[in-house]
């Protein structure tokens, strides 16, 4: 699209993006800038130190959620999530923007295509819960009704971009303010992805090509350029915060990586189609992408049960899993969210008919052989009764972990146990420390005595200690 525009020489004002130009469809009267936030809050936010590191480590999935549903934002450091912004002062209610919404589908890809070379992912669609994300809040709030001080009537956008030296603020909060642009659809992308540049830490420059370009104007269409140019502010050189020179293109892709639409490959190494397998089966994947694995996705059914970010890819079912026929899915994700899944039926078939069918310590319960009271454990769908409890009263050195099973007397436990209130939570079948050893009959007539075998431990370690010569 093209605009018409009218330069117009205007007082210097102290800010991230200086007045230049103003257009046809706006008051010229009106000054034109934006403004990012080391200046505006440079009395409460320490300068970066010198030689500052060149954009830190963040999330591996970056994303720029544009918003433009108004809504009610107040002070605090910068959080998305919340609508807590370090710019502001006090709380305000946010007018929403809204054009048409074939314009605001233009503005909308003309900021993708802007940040298109880039692993980053543009929306107006607010993300869920606990990701995190990037905003800029479109508005037809006037800038004078905004509680930022400092801050001029022309101003048509705002970042905290820069108090954090050349880091990306994570969930750092970046404001255009629509009403002052008219109905000028390329200006408020070019605004939008400018202030957003500055929230992921790149600096004004001189080149008038450049989306980051100091002031309004300058050679349009606009992009990231890929050359190293001087810092610019004031209509003068100044330095940059992050080196020598600054490459919008080179440091953005520093911060995010290059674009990438090639899914990752993945293999269900194990178990195979069709396979008959048993309760807490492995389930094995291995996986390989153009850039790098972010992770393997597991799932039953369709619900989720759990991912591995590193080798091996290897996960255990849910030992809760019914018998009969199951879906078991891998899903292989990249850095840039491309996912790729593969599927495998397999077959739980029953364990058990009866406790005879199991191992001794253990009974039949739904198809499956599940550890008795005193046999050890690791977790809790291993027990008959859903509980492996840990032991760290009888020796707190060496807790140890074994079924149990809840009491209201000692009537409900096996031989060897009473029913006790442990320190912690209601009462449970404990071995009977004054019972001589505490032996007891689980399934099928298998002795196992825990407080004899934890009296046996001891002793062994009084042996070791006394029969082992000083040095």
């Not at 009218?6 to 469809?25: D, K, R």
């Not at 037809?140 to 001029?152: A, K, L, R």
Request: aromatic share 6%; net charge negative; charged share 20%.
């Amino acid at each position: 699209m093209t605009c018409t525009r009218t330069a117009i020489i205007t007082s210097a004002i102290v800010g991230c993006y200086l007045p230049a130009v103003a257009h046809a469809n706006y008051s010229t009267s009106e000054p034109v800038e934006r403004r990012c936030g080391y200046d505006l809050v440079k009395d409460r936010i320490p300068p970066p130190p010198p030689n500052a590191p060149r954009f830190g480590p963040g999330p591996k999935h970056r994303i720029l959620y544009v918003h433009r549903a108004g809504g009610v934002y107040s002070p605090g450091d910068d959080d998305s999530a919340t609508n807590k912004s370090l710019l502001l002062s006090d709380t305000i209610n946010l007018q929403a923007y809204n054009p048409a919404q074939e314009d605001w589908d233009w503005i909308m890809t003309c900021v993708k295509n802007l940040y298109g070379r880039y692993a980053i992912e543009v929306t107006d669609v607010e993300p869920p819960a606990g990701k995190i994300y990037v905003e800029n809040a479109v508005t037809n709030t006037p800038v004078t009704s905004m509680p930022i001080s400092g801050i001029g009537a022309g101003v048509v956008g705002v970042s905290s971009g820069g108090v954090d030296g050349c880091d990306t603020r994570e969930t750092g909060i970046s404001f255009t303010f629509a009403t002052h642009l008219g109905n000028d659809l390329e200006e408020i992308c070019l605004t939008i992805a400018h202030e957003a540049g500055h929230t992921f830490g790149l600096d004004h420059d001189e080149l008038d090509s450049d989306v980051m370009y100091w002031t309004v104007g300058g050679t349009y269409p606009k992009g990231f350029q890929d050359l190293d140019t001087s810092c610019y502010e004031n209509n003068a050189p100044k330095t940059c915060r992050c080196g020598q020179t600054q490459n919008s293109h080179q440091a953005l892709l520093e911060t995010f990586g290059p674009f990438d639409d090639v899914p990752p490959t993945v293999t269900l190494e194990s178990p195979a189609d069709g396979e008959a397998v048993s309760p807490g089966f492995e389930i094995r994947a291995s996986a390989t992408d153009n850039i790098r694995v972010d992770r393997i996705e597991y799932y039953i059914d369709g619900s989720f049960v759990g991912a591995r970010s590193e080798k091996p890819y290897a996960l255990k079912a849910p030992l809760s899993l019914s018998t009969g026929t199951h879906t078991v899915e891998v899903r292989a994700v990249d850095g840039n969210e491309n996912m790729v899944p593969e599927s495998v039926m397999v077959n739980l078939a029953p364990q058990c008919a009866t406790s005879s069918d199991c191992q001794e310590g253990q009974v039949c319960q739904d198809d499956r052989c599940l550890n008795g009271t005193g046999e050890p454990c690791s977790l809790q769908g291993e027990c008959a009764s859903n509980i492996c409890y840990t032991d760290t009263e009888s020796d707190p050195m060496r807790p140890t972990r074994f079924c149990t099973t809840s009491c209201a007397d000692d009537s409900a436990c096996p031989s060897g146990f009473v029913c006790e209130k442990p320190q912690f939570g209601d009462k449970k079948c404990l071995p009977d420390a004054g019972g001589g050893g505490g032996c007891l009959s689980v399934a099928g007539g298998r002795t196992r005595g825990v407080a004899g075998l934890l009296a046996l431990v001891a002793l062994l370690g009084l042996v070791l200690r006394f029969g082992r010569p000083r040095r």
